[in-house]
């Protein structure tokens, strides 16, 4: 059930939010139904006492900053930027904007890679980062998380109040909003899955056929009639049907167990997964002089070899996580990097097994990653493996990122899951690619991540993140300074991605070696018919056979297509 909030205004007390609660489950399952966004043990009215939202227009001096993100080849040029503190000011813009016919999109930690938010037909921008509260909700059981909160706020917050975490992503400012929303995964994902495995509910100011504006809050719970808006929230990608302004976060199951244990009270701190106490850190660098097409080939080979035979959710290297940063040969090196729990009985051996298996054979010498490796800093002290606790290593490894910290950085971005070992043919012409001379770009690269664990232990139907049994995610993309350079580095980028698929149209296609694309790394060519020849659409590689359910929650949610950008999920055809 919804309240409204509409022309008609906005209710008294309860701020036009929803409470689940339903027959059978809901966020406040067998309370009375409640405001979510009061401070739990509190009666104060939701947004009671919170400072008003702050407008911002061009002749404001913050407005430079508030109009683009991380990526600066998008600025934005909109009427007005509005950061907002409540979940009632969200309702008001968005009122506002439907009043008014403005086209509006959000921004959460202004990490969106495509110009889906700072676009130049955007009248007005809603910035969550203002909302970043990070807590524990006593009626929902569940931690729940503002949407404008970034990863190392969450990270922070959790572990230091209640000795949890969610399987999250590396880098430390990006938004949770737009991250969850497109599934989020992160070093402790084969370990623990997705990061939406563990959402349990989600707060959506969403607006109606009439125009009508108002919250619901809808949970995973079987019995929730608004089920199928937290599933289209749990991995069909942000900016499609409202404004997520909160979420709940809370292992499937672990309610339950403490229930059964007959405990007397309830412990937070049972709620979530909780993370290694320490993990074992390493990061190596090949030297390029010393690596040639076999020798990467080699390099490639074996981490298919070594994943494929260790990729069940019981393997004893399911704690095992990282990434290949294959840079381009600019850059003097491509790095090896490694993270595994600490307080496994034999951790240093299976990272040292590892570490042997990936290298045997490739005939380079392993260096310290002196130099940036792609989307981590340079991490010389983890030439030997080191042994840290699990919140300072997530701290060290978020921030060393260059892309993040450097202030005019553009970039240029493509994607695929991959299910087995590369084939040759695809190594070769990223090792040809990578030697080239049409860039000398040290962060024009490839970065092989590391998936598959237990994000494979849940079906393709079950959230809305459709690929589940890759072993890597790989992301191509390059990263420079200057808009002269725009030309090559974009060029580049989509040269080697379109070459590495030429035998299926320029696109890794859902077949025995590939599964599309991650909604999170959106590649605007995706929907170019001269560089996708493959004859799948982007929502197909991006949703798969999730797409035509992501269009009726489309339409039941958003049916004036109010939220919409250059890759937002379409209404039905009928509509």
């Given at each position: 059930?919804?309240?409204?909030?509409?022309?008609?205004?906005?209710?008294?007390?309860?701020?036009?939010?929803?409470?689940?609660?339903?027959?059978?489950?809901?966020?406040?399952?067998?309370?009375?139904?409640?405001?979510?966004?009061?401070?739990?043990?509190?009666?104060?009215?939701?947004?009671?006492?919170?400072?008003?939202?702050?407008?911002?227009?061009?002749?404001?001096?913050?407005?430079?900053?508030?109009?683009?993100?991380?990526?600066?080849?998008?600025?934005?040029?909109?009427?007005?930027?509005?950061?907002?503190?409540?979940?009632?000011?969200?309702?008001?813009?968005?009122?506002?904007?439907?009043?008014?016919?403005?086209?509006?999109?959000?921004?959460?930690?202004?990490?969106?890679?495509?110009?889906?938010?700072?676009?130049?037909?955007?009248?007005?921008?809603?910035?969550?980062?203002?909302?970043?509260?990070v807590?524990?909700?006593e009626?929902?059981?569940?931690?729940?998380?503002?949407?404008?909160?970034?990863l190392?706020?969450?990270?922070?917050?959790?572990?230091?109040?209640?000795?949890?975490?969610?399987?999250?992503?590396?880098?430390y400012?990006?938004?949770?909003?737009?991250?969850?929303?497109?599934?989020?995964?992160?070093?402790?994902?084969?370990?623990?899955?997705?990061?939406?495995?563990?959402?349990?509910a989600?707060?959506?100011?969403?607006?109606?056929?009439?125009?009508?504006?108002?919250s619901?809050?809808?949970?995973?719970?079987?019995?929730?009639?608004?089920?199928?808006?937290?599933?289209?929230?749990?991995?069909?990608?942000?900016?499609?049907?409202?404004?997520?302004?909160?979420?709940?976060?809370?292992?499937?199951?672990?309610?339950?167990?403490?229930?059964?244990?007959?405990?007397?009270?309830?412990?937070?701190?049972?709620?979530?997964?909780?993370?290694?106490?320490?993990?074992?850190?390493?990061?190596?660098?090949?030297?390029?002089?010393?690596?040639?097409?076999?020798?990467?080939?080699?390099?490639?080979?074996n981490?298919?070899?070594?994943?494929?035979?260790?990729?069940?959710p019981?393997?004893?290297?399911?704690?095992?996580?990282?990434?290949?940063?294959?840079?381009?040969?600019?850059?003097?090196?491509?790095?090896?990097?490694?993270?595994?729990?600490?307080?496994?009985?034999?951790?240093?051996?299976?990272?040292?097994?590892?570490?042997?298996?990936?290298?045997?054979?490739?005939?380079?010498?392993?260096?310290?990653?002196?130099?940036?490796?792609?989307?981590?800093?340079?991490?010389?002290?983890?030439?030997?493996?080191?042994?840290?606790?699990?919140?300072?290593?997530?701290?060290?490894?978020?921030?060393?990122?260059?892309?993040?910290?450097?202030?005019a950085?553009?970039?240029?971005?493509h994607?695929?899951?991959?299910?087995?070992?590369?084939?040759?043919?695809?190594i070769?012409?990223?090792?040809?690619?990578?030697?080239?001379?049409?860039?000398?770009?040290?962060?024009?690269?490839?970065?092989?991540?590391?998936?598959?664990?237990?994000?494979d232990?849940?079906?393709?139907?079950?959230?809305?993140?459709?690929?589940?049994?890759?072993?890597?995610?790989?992301?191509?993309?390059?990263?420079?300074?200057?808009?002269?350079?725009?030309?090559?580095?974009?060029?580049?980028?989509?040269?080697?991605?379109?070459?590495?698929?030429?035998?299926?149209?320029?696109?890794?296609?859902?077949?025995?070696?590939?599964?599309?694309?991650?909604i999170?790394?959106?590649d605007?060519?995706?929907?170019?018919?001269?560089?996708?020849?493959?004859?799948?659409?982007w929502?197909?590689?991006?949703?798969k056979?999730?797409?035509?359910?992501?269009r009726?929650v489309?339409?039941?949610?958003?049916?004036?297509?109010?939220?919409?950008?250059?890759?937002?999920?379409?209404?039905?055809?009928?509509?």
């Amino acid at each position: 059930m919804a309240r409204e909030i509409g022309r008609r205004g906005v209710l008294a007390g309860a701020a036009g939010a929803a409470s689940a609660a339903v027959a059978g489950g809901g966020l406040f399952s067998g309370t009375a139904a409640a405001t979510p966004r009061a401070p739990a043990g509190t009666d104060a009215p939701a947004g009671a006492d919170a400072a008003p939202a702050v407008s911002v227009r061009p002749s404001d001096p913050r407005y430079a900053e508030l109009t683009t993100g991380v990526n600066r080849r998008w600025v934005g040029t909109p009427d007005e930027v509005r950061l907002v503190r409540t979940t009632e000011q969200v309702m008001a813009a968005v009122e506002e904007a439907v009043r008014d016919g403005k086209r509006l999109t959000v921004r959460g930690g202004g990490h969106c890679l495509a110009d889906f938010v700072y676009h130049p037909d955007v009248d007005l921008v809603i910035d969550m980062s203002l909302m970043n509260e990070v807590s524990f909700d006593e009626r929902a059981n569940a931690f729940a998380v503002e949407a404008g909160a970034t990863l190392m706020n969450v990270y922070d917050t959790l572990y230091k109040g209640w000795g949890v975490t969610i399987p999250g992503g590396m880098c430390y400012s990006v938004g949770i909003g737009g991250h969850v929303s497109g599934g989020g995964y992160g070093l402790l994902s084969r370990l623990h899955g997705l990061t939406v495995d563990h959402l349990h509910a989600v707060e959506v100011v969403v607006v109606d056929g009439s125009g009508n504006v108002r919250s619901v809050v809808a949970t995973r719970e079987p019995g929730d009639p608004d089920r199928d808006l937290w599933w289209g929230c749990a991995g069909g990608g942000g900016g499609n049907f409202g404004v997520i302004t909160r979420y709940w976060f809370r292992t499937p199951g672990a309610l339950e167990k403490q229930r059964a244990r007959g405990a007397s009270g309830i412990d937070p701190g049972q709620l979530l997964v909780r993370p290694p106490e320490e993990v074992l850190v390493q990061a190596i660098s090949l030297p390029w002089d010393q690596l040639d097409a076999r020798g990467f080939r080699r390099l490639v080979q074996n981490a298919g070899t070594f994943f494929e035979a260790n990729s069940s959710p019981d393997s004893p290297y399911a704690s095992l996580s990282g990434a290949f940063p294959f840079t381009h040969r600019a850059s003097g090196g491509i790095g090896v990097f490694t993270q595994i729990d600490a307080t496994l009985p034999d951790a240093e051996r299976l990272l040292g097994a590892y570490v042997r298996a990936i290298t045997d054979g490739v005939g380079a010498t392993p260096e310290p990653a002196v130099r940036p490796m792609g989307e981590l800093g340079a991490l010389p002290e983890f030439a030997e493996p080191a042994r840290l606790p699990w919140l300072r290593a997530t701290r060290r490894l978020g921030t060393s990122s260059p892309m993040v910290t450097d202030p005019a950085i553009r970039s240029d971005h493509h994607s695929a899951y991959v299910r087995k070992g590369l084939p040759d043919h695809h190594i070769d012409r990223i090792h040809s690619w990578l030697s080239s001379d049409t860039v000398d770009n040290p962060l024009s690269m490839v970065i092989l991540h590391l998936i598959g664990g237990a994000i494979d232990r849940v079906a393709p139907g079950d959230t809305a993140v459709a690929q589940r049994d890759s072993l890597f995610k790989l992301l191509y993309q390059s990263m420079w300074q200057s808009p002269a350079d725009d030309a090559a580095n974009i060029a580049w980028t989509q040269g080697v991605y379109r070459a590495v698929y030429a035998e299926t149209g320029g696109v890794p296609v859902p077949n025995g070696v590939t599964d599309g694309c991650y909604i999170n790394y959106p590649d605007s060519g995706a929907d170019d018919p001269d560089a996708n020849t493959s004859g799948l659409s982007w929502q197909q590689l991006y949703h798969k056979e999730n797409y035509p359910r992501l269009r009726q929650v489309k339409a039941r949610w958003d049916p004036r297509n109010v939220f919409h950008h250059g890759q937002s999920i379409e209404l039905p055809a009928d509509r």
